[in-house]
């Protein structure tokens, strides 16, 4: 199979169920479909991620300075809740705060960082999405890790319209207004990943859906466990 087109991109986006058993019938090696899935991803990723390198720079580099009006209203707001608190003192402390690299370098490793970040993406979401289709038993005897590979790489390939529609969150003001439905098309793509699965592993769509669901729940559960974790072992003293 050569490359994914636009139009195909689309067609699948659309009509998932369609889409994705079409290609899962001829049961494609995983290894080109994660090759075609880095080459739409990593251009956008890199995109994001410049995005990003820029707005920690310039965050930065109001924080070591305070200066600005958020920064001021923040002083502000400081000063009010706690009077014995010194603009002056803020900003010399705010001054000795360690700068980052120059953002051409963090640029640069955005080159190693993207792929990298993908194909960890990639390896998570085959983990946990093949155990959670055996959990809602979605596996059949001879359709092993090998059919989620290639299932998820499809996915992520179409995931790339999604990622696309996220850098509109970065735009000022029209980032904010756009954040509730660029959630919901967000939440839309995931579950996509489990229509993909269903189909490549030959099961009712709604094992596949159910999968990428529970994944997203043991993933909360378990973020909520450490952040637990994290405050009871900050604010509880020991020996309490």
Not at 10 to 15: E, G, I, P, Q, T
Not at 136 to 148: D, F, Q, V, Y
Not at 157 to 185: E, F, K, M
């Amino acid at each position: 199979m050569g490359l994914i087109t636009p139009r195909l991109l689309w067609d699948r986006a659309l009509h998932p169920v369609v889409g994705f058993r079409s290609v899962a019938q001829a049961d494609p090696p995983w290894g080109p479909a994660l090759g075609r899935m880095l080459l739409l991803r990593v251009p956008v990723g890199l995109v994001a991620w410049g995005v990003g390198v820029l707005k920690l720079s310039l965050f930065t580099q109001g924080l070591r300075t305070l200066e600005g009006p958020m920064w001021s209203r923040a002083l502000e707001l400081i000063v009010r809740l706690n009077p014995e608190v010194r603009i002056q003192d803020l900003r010399s402390l705010a001054a000795e705060l360690p700068s980052l690299p120059p953002t051409g370098t963090l640029l640069l490793w955005g080159l190693l960082a993207v792929p990298l970040g993908l194909l960890g993406a990639w390896l998570h979401n085959a983990a946990w999405d093949h155990g959670c289709l055996w959990l809602a038993g979605g596996l059949k005897r001879g359709r092993g890790i090998r059919r989620t590979l290639s299932a998820e790489s499809e996915a992520m390939a179409v995931g790339v319209l999604g990622a696309l529609a996220s850098l509109l969150g970065d735009i000022p003001i029209a980032g904010l207004l756009l954040s509730l439905p660029l959630a919901v098309l967000a939440l839309y793509f995931w579950i996509l990943r489990g229509i993909s699965l269903a189909a490549f592993h030959e099961v009712e769509a709604w094992r596949g859906i159910l999968a990428v669901v529970l994944h997203l729940v043991l993933v909360a559960c378990c973020a909520c466990g450490l952040l637990g974790f994290l405050a009871f072992a900050l604010f509880v003293p020991l020996g309490a």
